[in-house]
């Protein structure tokens, strides 16, 4: 027995020598040099993770005081049960900063530019929102922060939510992946994910599910058509907030990204969250017809179903193509369109509102950039994402050399606030942008 007990010493004295290790992060801790501080972290985004670093330290502390002073007089099991406590917190803390050392950390490489570019668009997102209505979100929130990873798409962790690999711990702030080979600025897909964080922090992620919902079994009778509906509502969203942070550009963006064999496109997969590829674009292309693009709606209609039709095989429920222009509209249509009570009773496309005159704005710095002009384009970051890639179509201008003028641009619009979303001011008229 007392052989045992020393040999648990030795375990606790092991976990005290890990303790208090990871407690701070600071631009010093994962080698940020003077030339990096302005692609850097806030102190916001230091300030959020230290918080929960030192929220952990102090669960560490408080279990290993319980651990130290009941051990030696506790049965073996209970004192093994009290040690692998204090382990999980170390694990907990251990996880949590190598997660907050890997993405600061970046902002100290060659890619530093690039994600503070992104950083950049995403404020801009969220600006779109405050310039619509200044209030519409109660606090200063921590802005979205940009990091490279693996992976095939840009993805998301929506501010809040909780990480498996935090051991259940809540995240901070919106984290957005950005895959190592997507890093150019004019992806539309990237405002896609803005979106999905605009969405949670919006607070309309349940309302509009049940709202989909409602609005099929009402005009369908269909539960089947209801339940994937329901799935999809979080992408579709995404997909239709995307178009209204980028008008047309975006979906045809999105279309690109879509682009794929007909077997991928045109195959249900249960369970899924992402809308089927067919109906999915079709929903982009409705959505340009409701916000009165109707020469972009019928052009990426068409394209898609010279690419892709059904009557050549396909994969699908057959719920899901009888007459799916009707459900198409509906589901754009209560999404987009239909107030909401946590918007204040407005629609989606009230709190983020893109018109004609933008679209214009957007091809009219989209020439600048074919023109070599780029230092008289005056667009916001999330419009230039557009501008970008239908200069990038043009094939007029070398994609590092666009993505290069890109990047420096939006850098140079970043918020001056690092500490918060702040409100943009009202920009200028299109006509006082192009001379």
């Known amino acids: 027995m007392q052989l045992a007990r ?26 940020l040099r003077a030339q990096d501080m302005r692609y850097a972290p806030s102190p916001t985004h230091f300030a959020a993770a230290n918080r929960r670093l030192g929220a952990i330290d102090a669960n560490i502390e408080r279990r290993f005081v319980r651990l130290a002073g009941t051990w030696a007089r506790a049965p073996l099991q209970r004192a093994l049960v009290d040690v692998a406590l204090v382990e999980r917190e170390i694990d907990r803390a251990r996880r949590a900063f190598g997660l907050f050392f890997e993405v600061f950390a970046q902002r100290g490489s060659s890619f530093a530019p690039v994600l503070a ?8 997102c969220y600006a779109a929102v405050r310039q619509a209505d200044p209030n519409m979100f109660d606090a200063r929130l921590i802005k979205p922060f ?37 890093d150019h600025p004019w992806q539309a897909v990237f405002l896609h994910e803005v979106a999905h964080n605009l969405q949670a922090d919006l607070g309309v992620w349940q309302e509009n599910r049940q709202a989909v919902v409602q609005r099929i079994l009402g005009a369908h009778a269909r539960p089947v058509l209801a339940s994937v509906y329901g799935r999809w509502h979080k992408e579709i969203f995404a997909d239709l907030a995307a178009i209204l942070l980028g008008g047309p550009a975006a979906a045809w963006g999105m279309a690109e990204f879509l682009l794929h064999p007909a077997p991928r496109v045109l195959t249900y997969r249960p369970g899924s969250a992402h809308p089927t590829g067919y109906l999915r674009v079709l929903m982009l292309a409705e959505m340009l017809r409701r916000l009165g693009f109707a020469e972009n709606a019928t052009r990426l209609a068409r394209v898609w179903r010279t690419l892709y039709n ?12 009888d007459k799916p222009e009707r459900v198409i509209a509906q589901v754009v249509d209560e999404i987009a369109f239909q107030t909401r009570r946590n918007l204040a009773q407005r629609a989606l496309v009230d709190v983020i509102p893109f018109h004609a005159a933008d679209h214009e704005a957007i091809i009219a710095g989209a020439r600048l950039l074919m023109q070599g002009q780029a230092e008289r384009v005056q667009l916001p970051p999330r419009f230039l994402v557009s501008a970008g890639a239908y200069a990038l179509a043009s094939g007029k201008i070398a994609p590092r050399a666009l993505s290069r003028q890109l990047v420096g641009m939006m850098t140079e619009l970043a918020a001056p606030d690092p500490r918060a979303l702040p409100a943009r001011p009202a920009r200028p008229a299109p006509a006082a942008l192009f001379h």
Do not use: K
């Open 146 to 182: 940009c990091y490279m990873e693996h992976g095939y798409s840009p993805a998301t962790m929506r501010r809040g939510v909780t990480l498996n690999r935090l051991l259940g711990e809540p995240n901070p702030f919106p984290l957005i992946r950005i895959p190592w080979d997507r």
């Open 117 to 124: 570019a992104h950083d950049s668009i995403a404020i801009d």
């Open 6 to 31: 020393r040999f648990i010493q030795v375990r606790i004295r092991g976990l005290a020598a890990r303790m208090r290790r990871l407690v701070r992060i600071t631009p010093r801790t994962i080698g």
């Open 310 to 321: 059904p009557a050549r095989g396909h994969r699908l429920p057959v719920a899901l193509l």
